[in-house]
């Protein structure tokens, strides 16, 4: 974005690692009642494609729909904070799902396989309506974004323990890390789902983008030792290791660890040094 937001509202370190260890931010209700009236005639009549690489300001030109959306103050901040300013698009898609339509997506991630320690893409999922569950609405598995898989390698998966079934008031959105598990049910209610996909790219470095102030509280490293319940117990494990090599490299700090879990397989001593 251009310009940022002058009331952009950064997230704290806390849920800077939420997301690290989530792998997505849900931000209730946030969209106000009118702009979520204007984007069901926005949707349905379609957002126009924009080339991979655009800047924000191009893609969505002061006074769009798409631009009221992602200035509004929690959405502005929370972007700014996981990307920094100005991101560019890598792609915008709207999913209308028909009521009775009677398919699913596949459990799947949205890239073939992202071998990036330090950086990420975000896919912002925006609801304008209430989203109910019988409507089906999107399913993400929390914990799974740094599970590195080939996009549909997991839809053979149907029920993972602690999945996410998203049911939510009008307005709500999504953050999603690109790499995190997840599908589009099947909308078994009488009337359509709405969603706006927008993913977005960084074009600087996640270096400590967010407010920093609170990121000696004990909070952050409680919210990176969060386990899921589908996790395996040895597997399991090495997605801590992939979260404390990925708030390394948000931070700046090489030394931050959690019992010792990275420091312990990337230790070398010197080779020269002397044994008596």
Request: net charge neutral; proline share 8%.
């Amino acid at each position: 974005m251009a310009a940022r937001p002058a009331r952009e509202q950064l997230l704290t370190s806390a849920r800077m690692a939420r997301f690290v260890a989530h792998g997505y931010l849900r931000l209730n209700s946030v969209v106000p009642d009118a702009l979520n009236d204007q984007a069901l005639g926005v949707l349905a009549a379609g957002v126009p494609a924009v080339p991979y690489g655009t800047p924000v300001a191009e893609a969505f030109p002061e006074g769009s729909f798409a631009r009221s959306l992602l200035d509004l103050p929690a959405i502005a901040g929370a972007l700014s904070s996981l990307v920094g300013p100005d991101p560019t698009i890598d792609h915008h898609a709207v999913h209308i799902r028909q009521p009775q339509e009677g398919q699913a997506q596949p459990l799947h991630g949205d890239a073939i396989i992202d071998v990036r320690p330090d950086a990420f893409d975000v896919q912002l999922m925006y609801y304008p309506r209430a989203v109910t569950l019988e409507a089906g609405g999107t399913l993400i598995v929390p914990g799974s974004h740094l599970r590195r898989t080939n996009e549909s390698d997991t839809g053979r998966y149907q029920n993972l323990l602690g999945q996410q079934r998203m049911v939510c008031e009008a307005g709500t959105v999504l953050i999603l890390h690109h790499g995190i598990w997840h599908s589009g049910r099947r909308n078994d209610s009488g009337v359509p789902r709405y969603m706006f996909k927008i993913r977005l790219n960084p074009t600087v470095p996640q270096v400590r983008l967010w407010n920093t102030d609170d990121l000696g509280d004990p909070a952050v490293a409680e919210e990176l030792r969060t386990r899921f319940p589908w996790y395996e117990q040895a597997t399991g494990r090495l997605e801590l290791h992939n979260r404390i090599r990925l708030w390394r490299a948000l931070t700046g700090d090489p030394s931050f660890d959690l019992d010792h879990w990275v420091t312990r397989v990337t230790n070398r001593p010197g080779r020269n040094t002397a044994h008596t």
